[in-house]
């Protein structure tokens, strides 16, 4: 055990074979969950209200960080990890059109100032218009935030799309 937790099998540390083990488990509980507690819950609204976590979630560790920059920059992360984790709430609990759109809305414009942020730089802050460099946890929580929002619009557009059982005119077929 000592030599795999300080090496691992293959040169990889212990938590990526821990990883690996729970994430079935992880998943099998997760699909238990949704059958007992959300079964006619869209899987869809499951995923990106766990999108929408993840993405705050990461939001919330990194404030500490953004804190010591600017007090602006960590009140919007905290701000960001706070809707963020609120909207999912929201989603699961309603998922209609409003919800809907706030989180497709939200969640682009973070990635929109993340992406902005990346290329030009922001106006404010301790160094105005300084590109900032792109790090592997904010790449994937912009990921991530692109994904929940195209899933929101996903579900938007299904909601609106007419069924195929009516005709042309709307008219039941």
């Known amino acids: 055990m000592t030599v795999i937790a300080q090496a ?17 488990v992880a998943m099998s509980a997760a699909m238990a969950a949704r059958r007992r507690w ?6 869809v609204v499951i995923v990106i209200a766990v999108g929408s976590i993840l993405a705050g979630g990461i939001h919330a560790a990194v404030c500490p960080d953004h804190f010591r920059e600017a007090m602006s920059f960590g009140l919007f ?3 960001a990890a706070v809707l963020q984790a609120a909207w999912a709430g929201w989603v699961i609990a309603s998922p209609g059109r409003a919800a809907l759109l706030a989180g497709a ?33 904010d790449l ?3 990921l991530v935030e692109v994904v929940v929002a195209g899933g929101a619009l996903m579900l938007l557009h299904e909601a609106s799309a007419p069924t195929r059982a009516l005709s042309r005119k709307g008219v039941p077929a």
């Open 105 to 137: 809305v939200g969640n682009l414009v973070i990635a929109a100032l993340w992406l902005v942020s990346r290329t030009s730089g922001v106006p404010i802050g301790p160094q105005p218009w300084h590109p900032e460099a792109v790090g592997a946890f």
């Open 38 to 43: 959300l079964p006619t819950t869209n899987p």
């Open 140 to 142: 994937f929580a912009s």
């Open 77 to 79: 992360f905290a701000g």
């Open 8 to 24: 691992g099998a293959g040169g990889h540390p212990f938590w990526h074979y821990l990883l690996a083990m729970a994430t079935p």
